[in-house]
Every structure is written in structure tokens, then in C-alpha cells.
């Protein structure tokens, strides 16, 4: 069983420090998103729905920068 963090020190462990000034317009900030993101799923912070809608939302926004040769 997986418990989430009970303070402010617990909760940046979990999150980390990736997400600022991401933006998901390159390939780097799409993989800082879904790191981010994927932490809070794996300490349940997230709901397994909201989890679900992020692993959708990113496989899409990385087909996109698939195609666009300026999100490298």
C-alpha cells in the first residue's frame, strides 16, 4: 500500500522539481509534465480517472510534437 505524503517537505519529495516553466511545447517539457505527473499518480494524489485522462491527453500532445519538427 502506497501512502500519499502528510506535509509540505513530503509533498515536493513526491513532485519534485521538474514542472516550472514547463510548458509541453518541446520534447523536454512534455517528459517534465508527464514526470510530474506520474509521481502524483504513483502517490495517489491523483485519481486513477485523472490519471487515466492524463495518460490520453499526452499521447495525444506527443503525436503532435511527433509531427512538429520545432518541438524538439
Known amino acids: ?5 502528510v506535509n509540505v517537505d513530503g509533498l515536493h519529495r513526491v513532485v519534485g522539481d521538474s514542472l516550472p516553466g514547463a ?3 518541446t520534447r523536454d517539457d512534455q517528459v517534465k509534465i508527464d514526470r510530474t505527473v506520474a ?32 518541438g524538439q
Open 39 to 70: 509521481r502524483l499518480c504513483s502517490a495517489q494524489i491523483y485519481t486513477r480517472a485523472k490519471c487515466g485522462a492524463h495518460t490520453v491527453a499526452s499521447a495525444a500532445r506527443w503525436g503532435e510534437i511527433s509531427q512538429d519538427k520545432r
Open 23 to 25: 510548458q509541453g511545447k
Open 1 to 5: 500500500m502506497t501512502s500519499g505524503p
